[in-house]
């Protein structure tokens, strides 16, 4: 009885602080109706910041409270609102839910380049030097007193701002009508901004609060969030008390599973995924409430053109012939995933690009299809890589039985579960038997991968796999857009515009995911394969949740809708590694860029791939510039053939002559200035405009 006292004083404690972290959350959510998947980055930075005053600089404790939680905290809450947030508010659901996405990559990288992670900073807990006291036989530390007893004050605060208070009246406004509470008189950027800012310091306080209680780790403190997640779900994303019993069942969950769960070599993982694993069961269980402040302003997506595609597909596949022709060993290594996780991008084509659906496990389907390759192609079968991809889909097959239920942002939540499961616990676990087929996944350590046989020829080398990549991501391009021009692609369109309509007109919800969902595993899952045959050892760790979020940003940069997002995300994923061959130092630069890229979607909706088909259609056009292009690329590959210049000279003098001649196509083709057309002869002479009917109202009322 003694040890079920105590863990149940450790669980209330931890859930005292997921109640605090998880009731900012929810109010970050009723009033701005945005899902913050940042927030537990937020504590985390102020966990760092608190450490670094503390212990880095040997401040008073008391000096670092008040900076962090006074100064830092609103100040952070404040630059979101204020400059990520407020430009994204006029767009749809998805797009700021990968803002937020954005930022905790970002925090994430920010916090690794300011703090080396290889070194150990521990933190004290609060009245440390003082006696714990004792609750029956239970003993309890006066850290885990003030856990709790800040988390009572939490709920009382913020049940009073909420309710009886007109700012709590103009934050719950907000988010319903932002027009209709202007009306009134208020202020829905004031009260967004305060919720922002009150979001992010109970975000800091539980930062701080549980920080001297594990590891000082950016992505551990940033993720500990999902158990925050769990709590707000089980608050349905707008109910405080709800919320704190969510935390309640969370915490004490995990003390339980500590103190109870019978030792092996299988169970461990199970601790570590539980806050998720019940993240899922809660969504699939509690009925969701209308999704707060969703307006869907969907992105058109065009069918692609039969011949412009197959002129991409061979496009990639000679970029990459190139690139293996010009490049060295190293920088085969470096830059060959350009095409292989290009090809892990592509699958959020049809599932979110398509049909609507945001996941944000489809690493960990890439994972799935590297370690089926791993075991099963060891001698370089082609059946194996089939086999991967099989695997992959039956799994994301799986996945989307009970995604029926989730959407928007519960499916996001719900799909990142799955990856913290498949990360945390299945990826750990040895090999087992199970109804007689033995299975060995990463088996706690690492995978040997081997390069396919082809034709009698084995493909092993970074050359010939690089190449086999862009062969595959060409191949898997042209099937992709295939499937936008076919009746199941115009379906997916219209499961993306309204899955109540879709459902009305007699289309069959359950047949469509399942199927859009194992699409999209099996083309990751072949991504993963080819990825792990260029790195010929493959670990867990680089299937993780964390890993696949700059991808998926990469990809959603590039416009999910667009067939050319699988090379362009390669590419920009992977290209900027040649500043770390340049410099060193910048490696930490690189690893935020997707982050930055992700906060600046505001600006490009519709993806950068559209752009770049609008700015360079002219160069493809020019019967002049496109074939002076050819013929530089030509002289120049041969000259590097001949080791008269470099593959970095080729590359780059390649890529100038490009540009300029892009921009020599565009002025020639851009249509002439037209001359002044008298107003009476508008219409006639000149195509009549939208604006000019406003130009003359003007004009005769100020006459």
Request: with cysteine.
């Amino acid at each position: 009885m003694e040890q079920f006292l105590t863990f149940g004083i450790v669980g209330l404690s931890t859930a005292a602080i997921y109640a605090v972290i998880g009731s900012g959350l929810v109010l970050t959510y009723v009033t701005t109706g945005v899902f913050n998947f940042a927030h537990g980055a937020a504590g985390m930075l102020a966990a760092f910041c608190y450490w670094q005053f503390t212990v880095g600089w040997g401040w008073p404790v008391p000096v670092a409270l008040v900076l962090v939680l006074l100064v830092l905290a609103p100040g952070f809450g404040l630059a979101v609102e204020r400059v990520l947030m407020r430009p994204v508010q006029r767009l749809g659901e998805a797009e700021r839910l990968v803002m937020t996405v954005a930022l905790l990559s970002g925090a994430i990288a920010a916090a690794r380049w300011i703090w080396d992670p290889n070194v150990p900073r521990p933190l004290s807990v609060f009245f440390a030097d003082r006696e714990p006291f004792h609750i029956g036989p239970a003993t309890v530390t006066w850290h885990q007193a003030l856990t709790m007893t800040v988390a009572l004050l939490v709920a009382a605060g913020l049940w009073f701002v909420l309710n009886r208070t007109r700012t709590g009246a103009e934050m719950r406004a907000t988010v319903d009508d932002r027009a209709l509470v202007q009306l009134t008189g208020a202020d829905p950027v004031r009260a967004s901004r305060v919720a922002w800012i009150l979001g992010t310091q109970l975000a800091a306080i539980g930062g701080i609060l549980i920080a001297p209680t594990v590891a000082l780790d950016a992505s551990q403190l940033s993720l500990l969030i999902v158990s925050a997640y769990t709590a707000a779900v089980f608050g349905r994303l707008r109910s405080l008390p709800f919320t704190f019993v969510g935390a309640v069942v969370v915490g004490c969950l995990e003390s339980y599973l500590t103190g109870y769960l019978p030792q092996n070599d299988y169970l461990p993982g199970l601790r570590l995924a539980a806050p998720a694993l019940l993240l899922f069961l809660a969504l699939l269980c509690f009925p969701h409430p209308r999704l707060r402040g969703r307006d869907r302003r969907l992105v058109q997506v065009p069918a692609p053109s039969p011949r412009g595609t197959l002129v991409f597909a061979a496009s990639t596949v000679l970029f990459a012939v190139v690139l293996a022709s010009v490049l060295d060993e190293s920088d085969l290594v470096t830059y060959g995933p350009i095409f292989s996780l290009g090809i892990v991008a592509l699958s959020y084509v049809p599932l979110a690009g398509y049909a609507g659906q945001i996941s944000l496990c489809q690493l960990s389907m890439a994972g799935i299809g590297a370690v089926v390759w791993g075991h099963l192609g060891g001698h370089g079968q082609l059946w194996a890589l089939a086999a991967a991809i099989a695997v992959s889909a039956a799994v994301g097959a799986l996945i989307a039985v009970p995604a029926l239920r989730f959407s928007g942002v519960y499916l996001a939540l719900g799909t990142a579960a799955v990856a913290v499961v498949l990360d945390r616990w299945i990826f750990t676990l040895p090999a087992f038997d199970l109804a007689g087929v033995h299975i060995s996944l990463f088996d706690q350590g690492s995978v040997e991968m081997a390069g396919p046989q082809l034709l009698g020829l084995r493909l092993d080398s970074a050359a010939d796999l690089m190449v086999l990549a862009a062969i595959c991501l060409g191949l898997a391009s042209l099937a992709v857009a295939r499937l936008r021009s076919g009746g199941f692609g115009r379906r997916l369109i219209a499961l993306r515009d309204s899955e109540a309509a879709y459902a009305t007109l007699g289309g069959n919800l359950l047949v469509t995911k399942v199927l859009v969902f194992a699409l999209s595993a099996g083309i990751a899952g072949l991504g993963g394969a080819l990825y792990g045959m260029q790195q010929r050892s493959i670990t867990a760790e680089q299937f993780n949740l964390v890993a696949g979020l700059p991808i998926f940003l990469v990809a959603v940069i590039g416009g999910l809708g667009a067939v050319g997002n699988g090379l362009f995300a390669g590419t920009a994923y992977i290209g900027p590694n040649i500043l770390i061959g340049l410099a060193s130092w910048t490696q930490n630069i690189v690893t935020v860029l997707p982050a930055l890229a992700g906060m600046g979607l505001g600006h490009n909706p519709e993806g950068l791939v559209s752009r770049f088909r609008r700015e360079w259609n002219p160069l493809g056009r020019d019967r002049i510039a496109l074939p002076t292009l050819l013929a530089v690329l030509v002289l120049g590959w041969v000259l590097r053939l001949t080791d008269v210049i470099n593959g970095w000279t080729f590359l780059i003098g390649s890529l100038v002559v490009a540009s300029v001649l892009r921009a020599w196509a565009a002025a020639r083709q851009a249509p002439k200035a037209e001359a002044d057309v008298p107003v009476e002869w508008w219409g006639v002479r000149r195509p009549w405009r939208a604006q000019d009917g406003e130009v003359l109202t003007r004009g005769t009322a100020g006459g």
